[in-house]
C-alpha cells in the first residue's frame, strides 16, 4: 500500500511498470478461475472495461471471483497507471481477500485503501487499472480497466527537445554532428533537455523516457533561473536504459499538474559501434 504523498516528479521516478502490455479482457484462466475487475469512481458504480471521464476522486478497485478457487499460496495484485506519452508510471497495491459479504454472494479481494487522484494517479491522463492473480511465476488471470482522458480546456505549449552526449570528455549535439557522426554513448549516455515555448497553461514537469525501454518515465520539474529564463526541464539518460550500440528515441512530454499533456515530441538518436 502506497503512502499519501503528492504525486510529483520525484514519486513518479519511483515507479516500476508492471504487466500494462496485456489485453483489456480476463486471459483464459488457469486453475479454473474465472474473475473480473471492477472500479468504481467516487462510489458509482463499476466503470466498464474502456470509460471516459474525469477521474478526480478516489477509486475502488475489487477482483470478483465468478467461478473458482484461488489457491491459498496465490498473490492478488492491482495497480494504477497514469500513461504519458513518455511511458506509463504506477502504483501497486497487494489485494486481499474481502470480509464484508456481497449481495452476489461471489469472492472478491480488493486492496486496503482504494486508489486516490493527485497521489496514485493523475486525474487528467489516462488511466489504467491491470489486476493480476499470480502463483509464483505464473499468471493465473489478468484483467484491466482503461479510462482516457477526459479533461477539457486544456491549453497546449509549444516545446523544443534537444539531447548532449558526452564521447571521450567532448560534448556531441543532437539534433547536430551526433547526427552523422553517430558515436557509442556507453560511456556517459545523454543529456536532454525540453525548452518550454509560448503560453498556455502553466507546465509542472516534464516526463522522459526511451521509447521501447519498458521502464517508468523519469520526471523532472520545469524550472528557470536568472542564466536561462525560459522554462525548461532536463534528465541524463543513461545505460542500461540505452541500447547498446543501436539507434533510439528519446520520448519526453510536458505535463500539467494533473497530467494533462500540454506538449509531447521525440528525438531520434542515431548510435554505431562500427570503426
Not at 521516478?13 to 483489456?24: D, I, M, N, S, T
Not at 485503501?113 to 502463483?135: L, N, W
Request: glycine share 8%; charged share 15%; hydrophobic share 45%.
Amino acid at each position: 500500500m502506497s503512502t499519501r504523498t503528492p504525486l510529483h516528479p520525484a514519486r513518479l521516478v519511483a515507479f516500476a511498470v508492471a504487466g500494462l502490455a496485456l489485453p483489456l479482457a480476463a486471459r483464459t484462466a488457469h486453475a479454473g478461475i474465472s474473475a473480473h475487475l471492477e472500479c468504481a469512481h467516487d462510489g458509482g458504480k463499476p466503470l466498464p472495461a474502456r470509460a471516459r471521464i474525469v477521474l478526480d476522486k478516489l477509486v475502488a478497485c475489487t477482483i470478483v471471483i465468478d467461478k473458482g478457487a484461488v489457491p491459498k499460496d496465490a498473490t492478488a495484485t492491482i495497480v494504477a497507471g497514469s500513461v504519458t506519452p513518455a511511458g506509463t508510471a504506477v502504483v501497486p497495491r497487494t489485494a486481499d481477500p474481502t470480509t464484508t459479504p456481497r449481495a452476489d454472494h461471489k469472492a472478491a479481494f480488493a486492496p486496503i485503501a482504494s486508489f486516490s487522484a493527485g497521489t496514485d494517479f493523475m486525474a487528467c491522463s489516462t488511466v489504467r487499472f491491470d489486476a493480476s492473480i499470480t502463483q509464483g511465476t505464473t499468471v493465473l488471470w489478468h484483467g484491466a480497466v482503461e479510462n482516457r482522458g477526459a479533461c477539457t480546456s486544456i491549453k497546449p505549449l509549444g516545446g523544443e527537445l534537444t539531447c548532449i552526449g558526452l564521447v571521450h570528455g567532448a560534448p556531441i549535439d543532437y539534433p547536430g554532428e551526433g547526427m552523422t557522426k553517430k558515436p557509442s554513448l556507453a560511456e556517459a549516455g545523454v543529456t536532454c533537455t525540453v525548452k518550454i515555448k509560448g503560453t498556455g497553461d502553466a507546465p509542472q514537469f516534464v516526463v522522459f523516457n526511451v521509447q521501447g525501454a519498458n521502464k517508468p518515465p523519469l520526471a523532472r520539474a520545469v524550472a528557470t533561473d536568472a542564466k536561462f529564463p525560459e522554462p525548461r526541464a532536463f534528465a541524463q539518460l543513461m545505460p542500461p536504459l540505452l541500447p547498446t550500440c543501436k539507434n533510439f528515441v528519446v520520448q519526453a512530454a510536458t505535463l500539467r499538474q494533473d497530467g494533462a499533456v500540454l506538449w509531447s515530441g521525440t528525438l531520434k538518436i542515431p548510435q554505431s559501434c562500427a570503426k
